[in-house]
Structures are given as C-alpha cells and as structure tokens.
C-alpha cells in the first residue's frame, strides 16, 4: 500500500492591504526552508490594491505538490467577515477554523480558534502588524510549521529594520495560541472558571 | 556590489525567479512598462541591474519598451523586457523588427485573461497563437512555458542561451499563476550555471556582412563600436545587411530566417514525459495547465486508466514529430490549456485519425482536473 502522505492545505484570507499573502508567503517560506518540506503559495486579489477581497492559498507537503489550489482547508485563516462567509464552507470537518476576533462573527456552527489580533497590533502600535501576530497564533495551534523556522521566515521577509518588531509581535501571538490550547485543554478535561 | 547569483534556497514567486534567472543568464539591460501580472518582472529587475553594472529603464510605453531592448541588443548586451496581453499586443511590430534585424533578446509575457484589458489579475494562456503568428509576416519563433517559479528561472537562463545561439527573439510565456504563486526555488553555483553568447565575427572589417550564415546557420553579429560596417533595417535585405527589393533576396533572407530553426529542432524543442509508456490517452499541456494534468493522470492511473502526459516545455518551434509518433500507438489526445484551443489545434494538426479533445477553460482560473478525467473517462469507456 502506498504509504500516506502528509499533506496539509491552508486557505488565509481577508482583505487587501491587511498582509495576507505576506502571512502565507511566510508560512509557505517556513515550511519549504526550515522545515524543510515541499510547499506552494499561490494568491487571489482583485484589481484594487487595498480593501478587496484577498486570498493566500498555501500547501505544505512532504511530497511534491503538482495542483496548487485549496479544495477543502486543514486551516482556514479568516481575517474579515465578508472572507469568512465566502469561504466557511471550504473547510474540513476536522479542519482548524481560526479568526480574528473582533473583525469575524462566526455562526456558531463549529469550534473556533479566534484571537483579536489587529487589537493586539493596534496595542504594540502598529496596526498592519496583525498578520504577523496571526501568523504567531496559527502557528502554536496549527501542525503546520515548525515555531523555529516560522520566526526565521518573519526575520527575512519584513522590511528591514522591523525585525525585531514584527518578531515581538509573532511572540504576542504565538504566546495568545499556547494559553488558548491550554484553555482549551481544560475546557475539555472539564475544569473551568479561575482555573482555567 | 552584490553578488550577481544568488546561490541558495529561496522562497520567491515565478516573476522574481524569472529576474533572477535573467540576471544569471547574463542579462545587463531591462526596458520595460509596469503591468499586472508581470510587474514584480520589473521590480525585481529595477532594484538588481544596477548592483550587477546593468541598466533599467522605465520606458513610456511597450512600444517603447521593445524597441528599447533590440537597441540595446545592437550594443553587444543581453536585454529583456517583461508584460502581459496588452503590452504583448504593443509589442507585436517591434517583435517582427527583432526578428528579421535577427535581434537575439527575451521577451517575458506573463499571461493573463483577456481580451484587452480583460481580468488584470487572473491566469490565462490565451496568447499562445499570438506569440507565433502575432507580427506581420511569415517566421519562426522560439517560446518556452515554464511550469514553476523554479523553471521561470531554469527556462530563462534557457531563453537566453537559445537567443544568443539563433539571434532571435525567445519568448517566455509564463501566466499569471506561476508569476505569482511562490515555490522553494534553487539557484545553483554562478560556475555551474551554463550560460551562452552570440558569436562576434573575426577577420577583416572590410569584407564583413553582418548576415552570412555561420555555424547552424546563424550569422556572427558584431556590437555597434567593434568597427564592424552594420546596417539594421526591417526592409527585406541581402547578406551585407542592405534592402534588395527582389524576389530572390526575399527569398535568400526567408531561407535564412527559417532554416536556422527548421533545421535545428532537436536542439530546441524541450519536452517531458510521464507515464507514456503504455499509454492509451495522452494529455498534452504545458505551463500551469501541465500541473493540472499531471495531477489528472495521477488521479486516472488510481482508477486503472492508462493515461500519461507530454508536457511541452518549449511550444514553439512546436514538438510536430513527438505527436506523430505517439499516434502510432495511442487512443486519443487531450490537450489542457487555458484557452479553449488553440495549441490543441496543432496537436489535431499532428494526430492523423487519431482524435483531439481540449479540455479548455475561459480563462480566469486553472483547468480544474476532473474535466481532464472527464473526457479521458468518456474516451476510455
């Protein structure tokens, strides 16, 4: 029997200007050069450069990946209400929906993964920094990349001289992503309120 | 300075990949106009040139742009430009010029949906009749597809070196998906990389002519400055490079301009194989579209379908004797493009009774491969 392949296909998106294919394009970079695996980013976006519809799809692979497109998303990133609700649907029944919390009301049907990260950026100062705090968040609840390589990637694809920055800002979201899973964790061994 | 090759694993997308491999091929001159999908060709070209002792120039129009490149061809450099539909259409006269001046220079057109102005930001492949018949005249031309941003570099340094050997135009016609989508790619050692020039001419100055077949039937082409007599023009012209107005020197030239790739196809023409062994239906693609076909035969092969795949690397001169041969022994053709016919109509061309189907798409998105299992299934039933 062909051994099983260990692919994984992620959907970002949101609007333009918001970072999105730079969000993808870093988790396509971490995977192919850290971790060392086969990956493809390809993007979507309307004529306009900022505020249309905006799409990053990314798929990581220990093999090589001939059709770049999404089917059905192990991750879907949504970072505005009106890509949530073209692309709800495109998820696996297993799959990790995850969503800024202040920019997406989900319709309660499956759980979510939600962080307030252009909050958190708006906090640190910097607004356009929330893709990269959602990236930080992705990667702690995701399998999708390694934290190593994913904080290499940031370090080579910002402007220079915003590396630290946008490094504290990953930390903010990925430090969010780990307090999550252990709330969740709780959640699900049936400890609540102060505890958790 | 920086280094001119950047030797390493990157993380980039097909466009920047495409400027990289120029840079590596040799390319020092860049004269181009912003277009989506082709702008990051640019880009990339604009910041590199100038730490490699080369020159970019944004010019006011392709019109220009193409124009800009066969002059500075003449000066002894390799030049590029860079677009996508409406700028190739502009092109289209000073394409012509570059081929009967036998120009050597490379041409990007990063495709996307049209006609006109079309959808900016989505793939096609809908200029590959274009490309060979879109000038005025009868000629040959060289265009390869490059299926990745690791071949938008590979290809282009294979650009360079088919037009420094055949001084002609070569076309890279890549489309909005692989320029934009992003893919590890590796760029190899500077002394690993093979890299080709056209060949000067030697001897006396005074009996020169800058349009005498040499080797493959190619012409030494000297730089303007080497002291060599040259006269460019795009009126019909003789050996010495001057306008005959004669059937004869028409002819003379035509033989020229055709024969130098007529007669040299093996070493031009690129394909790929998968799985055509044993064969019973063969999808013919190239560009983004062979990934779509590569994964349908994948899919087929699960479902005891015997089916392969010719990927075209190089479309033009087109593979005419693979697809002969093939139809010895095979059931049936699928072409998969986006474009609903065009290089499928060559494929039919070369297939005898064997029968063509395109499995096309209007543009816009990639040929999804269900519609290639499809047609392979209806033809298998």
């Known amino acids: ?196 | 300075m920086k280094p001119q090759v950047l030797t390493g694993e990157h993380f980039i997308n097909g466009d920047e990949a495409c400027a990289e491999g120029a840079i590596a091929a040799g390319c020092r001159f860049f004269g181009g106009y912003p277009i989506t999908p082709a702008t990051e060709v640019a880009e990339q070209m604009s910041v590199r040139l100038p730490h490699v002792g080369g020159t970019f120039i944004q010019m006011e129009d392709e019109i220009a742009a193409m124009t800009s490149i066969l002059g500075a061809a003449w000066t002894g450099i390799k030049t590029m430009t860079a677009t996508s539909g409406p700028g190739f259409s502009l092109m289209m006269e000073t394409v012509g010029l570059a081929i009967v001046t036998e120009t050597p220079c490379v041409v990007v057109n990063v495709q996307r949906a049209g006609p006109s102005t079309g959808l900016p930001t989505q793939g096609a492949q809908g200029d590959m009749m274009q490309v060979r018949w879109g000038s005025h005249g009868d000629y040959e031309v060289i265009a390869l597809a490059p299926s990745s941003p690791q071949e938008m570099f590979d290809l282009t340094i294979t650009a360079f070196n088919l037009s420094e050997k055949y001084r002609t135009p070569v076309f890279i016609m890549s489309d909005e998906i692989v320029g934009h989508m992003s893919e590890k790619v590796v760029i190899p050692e500077a002394r690993k990389i093979r890299t080709v020039s056209r060949v000067k001419p030697a001897g006396r100055k005074d009996r020169f002519k800058p349009y005498q077949p040499g080797l493959l039937g190619v012409a030494p082409m000297p730089a303007i400055g080497d002291g060599y007599n040259v006269h460019v023009t795009g009126l019909t012209h003789d050996e010495k490079g001057y306008p005959v107005m004669s059937v004869d020197t028409q002819k003379e030239m035509m033989d020229r301009l055709l024969g130098k790739i007529r007669n040299n196809l093996d070493d031009i023409i690129l394909t790929e194989d998968y799985r055509l062994e044993d064969a019973d239906v063969v999808l013919v693609s190239y560009g983004v579209s062979a990934r779509t076909a590569y994964t349908a035969v994948e899919e087929a092969r699960e479902m005891g379908l015997r089916v392969g795949l010719l990927r075209l690397i190089t479309v033009w001169p087109f593979p005419e004797q693979r697809i002969r041969e093939l139809a010895k022994r095979v059931k049936a053709f699928i072409t998969v493009e986006i474009n609903m016919g065009q290089i499928s109509r060559e494929v039919e061309r070369c297939a005898g009774t064997v029968p063509g189907f395109t499995a096309g798409h209007h543009g816009g998105a990639v040929v999804p491969p269900d519609d290639v299992l499809k047609i392979a299934k209806e033809v298998l039933a």
């Not at chain 1, 992503?177 to 505890?195: M, V, W």
């Open chain 1, 1 to 196: 029997m062909a051994r099983k392949i260990n692919k994984q296909e992620v959907i970002v998106t949101g609007f333009g200007g918001q970072g999105i294919v730079l969000a993808g394009k870093i988790l396509g970079m971490a995977a192919a050069l850290g971790d060392h695996k086969e990956s493809t980013l390809v993007q979507s976006y309307g004529p306009e450069s900022r505020g249309g519809a905006c799409c990053a799809q990314v798929i990581i692979s220990d093999r090589v990946i001939q059709y770049p497109y999404v089917n059905m998303a192990d991750v879907l990133v949504c970072m505005s209400q009106s890509a949530y609700e073209k692309y709800k649907d495109q998820i696996k029944p297993e799959g990790y929906l995850i969503t800024d919390k202040d920019l997406v009301k989900p319709d309660g049907r499956r759980e979510v993964f939600d962080i307030p990260a252009t909050r958190m950026a708006e906090e640190l100062g910097r607004k356009m920094m929330a893709n990269i705090i959602m990236l930080g968040f992705v990667t702690a609840v995701s399998t999708l990349v390694s934290e190593k390589a994913a904080r290499e990637a940031v370090n080579s694809s910002v402007p220079k001289g915003t590396e630290e920055m946008n490094l504290k800002a990953f930390t903010k979201g990925f430090e969010y992503g780990l307090s999550k899973l252990k709330g969740k964790e709780k959640k699900a061994a049936g400890k609540t309120g102060a505890i958790a």
